[in-house]
T-cell receptor, first 113, second 116 residues
Framework: GESVGLHLPTLSVQEGDNSIINCAYSNSASDYFIWYKQESGKGPQFIID???NMDKRQGQRVTVLLNKTVKHLSLQIAATQPGDSAVYFCAEVHAGNNRKLIWGLGTSLAVNP | GAVVSQHPSWVICKSGTSVKIECRSL??????MFWYRQFPKQSLMLMAT?????????EQGVEKDKFLINHASLTLSTLTVTSAHPEDSSFYIC????????????FGPGTRLTVL
């Protein structure tokens, strides 16, 4: 029979451009959010986090924005490099489920040289 | 800091055998460790939460007798897949959290299990 595979949303950018990856989270009670980067065949790598009492946090070449009104999280990567190619997952945490990670679907970032 | 290792990185076994996967936090004490399974092009699926010195808490639909978890110390948790079958073939990933007010989970590199 024919199998149906899942297709991750894909963002394709040129090297050097800025990338914006978006995530809609599910629970208005979530108070902590994390972005992870996962390269093929590897475990997720922590990139940046933000607590709900903030709306912006910056790291090295990355910025996370949190809009609690519309339950939206974004990850901005400045001057995207080929090494940034990976799948990016957002995750939310709230007290209601023992502070386990609730994962978003993931976005595949492809950087074109 | 916050390094988590897994061993082995990949394993191939025959159907019916058991496989043990180790997860270690190398530079911090992990009061809680998590075991995940990941299918291609999907996000991680939590299998169980493991607290040091106590029994693991399994997610709905995960057979505790099939996936044995032991969290014997603050730096080591093991997952044993018992009587493995081809449908158990997957990418297994552990994570560790230091506890207290710390929410961040740090992940191991994953273990690719192939059951023939």
């Amino acid at each position: 029979g024919e199998s149906v595979g899942l297709h991750l949303p894909t963002l394709s950018v040129q090297e050097g451009d800025n990338s914006i990856i978006n995530c809609a989270y599910s629970n208005s009670a979530s108070d902590y959010f994390i972005w992870y980067k996962q390269e093929s065949g590897k475990g997720p790598q922590f990139i940046i986090d933000i607590r709900s009492n903030m709306d912006k946090r910056q790291g090295q070449r990355v910025t996370v924005l949190l809009n609690k009104t519309v339950k939206h999280l974004s990850l901005q990567i400045a001057a995207t490099q080929p090494g940034d190619s990976a799948v990016y997952f957002c995750a939310e945490v709230h007290a209601g489920n023992n502070r386990k990670l609730i994962w978003g679907l993931g976005t595949s970032l492809a950087v074109n040289p | 800091g916050a390094v988590v290792s897994q061993h082995p990185s990949w394993v191939i076994c025959k159907s019916g055998t058991s496989v043990k996967i180790e997860c270690r936090s190398l530079d911090f004490q992990a009061t809680t460790m998590f075991w995940y399974r990941q299918f291609p092009k999907q996000s991680l699926m939590l299998m169980a939460t493991s607290n040091e010195g106590s029994k693991a808490t399994y997610e709905q639909g995960v057979e505790k007798d099939k996936f044995l978890i032991n969290h014997a110390s603050l730096t080591l948790s093991t997952l044993t897949v018992t009587s493995a079958h081809p449908e158990d073939s997957s990418f297994y990933i552990c994570s560790a959290r230091s506890g207290g007010v710390e929410d961040t989970q740090y992940f191991g590199p994953g273990t690719r299990l192939t059951v023939l």
